[in-house]
T-cell receptor, first 114, second 113 residues
Framework: EPEVTQTPSHQVTQMGQEVILRCVPI?????FYWYRQILGQKVEFLVS????????KSEIFDDQFSVERPDGSNFTLKIRSTKLEDSAMYFC????????????FGEGSRLTVL | DAKTTQPNSMESNEEEPVHLPCNHS???????IHWYRQLPSQGPEYVIH???SNVNNRMASLAIAEDRKSSTLILHRATLRDAAVYYC??????????????FGKGTHLIIQP
């Protein structure tokens, strides 16, 4: 069964460092998402991406965050200068195209900022 | 997205049916009812969705009230592997379809052996 894959599974970084989290969505999917989940809290929407541009973003997704689909297969989330409060699980998701269709989530990348 | 209300937690026994309720009294005509679950240390996983009619798939059944103000996710025979947080989410498809999902706190389902 096709799946969304994310790398790395766990990254530890120092505060102020740049981090790139990578995702390979399911190949024929058109809509891509990043979510995060701080330990013990809700899954929070960060950003959605369609047709090579951001279609919606939340208040969390400030200027420190950016997304890119550089080569038609990878979908990346960059955090420019990490803060302690960026420590969380980051989930990538993708959806084919039907308006009501299900989102397929990856296993997540755990980011620990020290 | 319109708000949903779910119990914080529920407990059930293995091999018995489980009925997970969700209230969504402010649901609009273009809101689909989606259910996702999150197993421990994993990403969310789609379970089922519907609009007005009851729906069945290999994982579960979704019973939707006639007025659509509530719905129930039914696991017909719970296993230990079904222990997870279950999220009931309304998704408005009237606005173009590019939007993500808004997760609440969900219901933490505990399965006793």
């Amino acid at each position: 069964e096709p799946e969304v894959t994310q790398t790395p599974s766990h990254q530890v970084t120092q505060m102020g460092q740049e981090v790139i989290l990578r995702c390979v969505p399911i190949s024929n999917h058109l809509y891509f998402y990043w979510y995060r989940q701080i330990l013990g809290q809700k899954v929070e929407f960060l950003v959605s991406f369609y047709n090579n541009e951001i279609s919606e973003k939340s208040e969390i997704f400030d200027d420190q965050f950016s997304v890119e689909r550089p080569d038609g297969s990878n979908f990346t989330l960059k955090i420019r200068s990490t803060k302690l409060e960026d420590s969380a699980m980051y989930f990538c998701a993708s959806r084919w195209g039907e308006n009501t269709g299900e989102l397929f989530f990856g296993e997540g990348s755990r980011l620990t900022v020290l | 997205d319109a708000k949903t209300t779910q119990p914080n937690s529920m407990e059930s026994n293995e091999e018995e049916p489980v009925h997970l309720p969700c209230n969504h009294s402010t649901i609009s005509g273009t809101d689909y009812i989606h259910w996702y679950r999150q197993l421990p240390s994993q990403g969310p996983e789609y379970v089922i969705h519907g609009l007005t009619s009851n729906v069945n798939n290999r994982m579960a059944s979704l019973a939707i009230a006639e007025d659509r103000k509530s719905s129930t996710l039914i696991l017909h025979r719970a296993t230990l592997r079904d222990a997870a947080v279950y999220y009931c989410i309304l998704r408005d498809v009237g606005g173009g379809g590019a939007d993500g999902l808004t997760f609440g706190k969900g219901t933490h389902l505990i399965i006793q052996p």
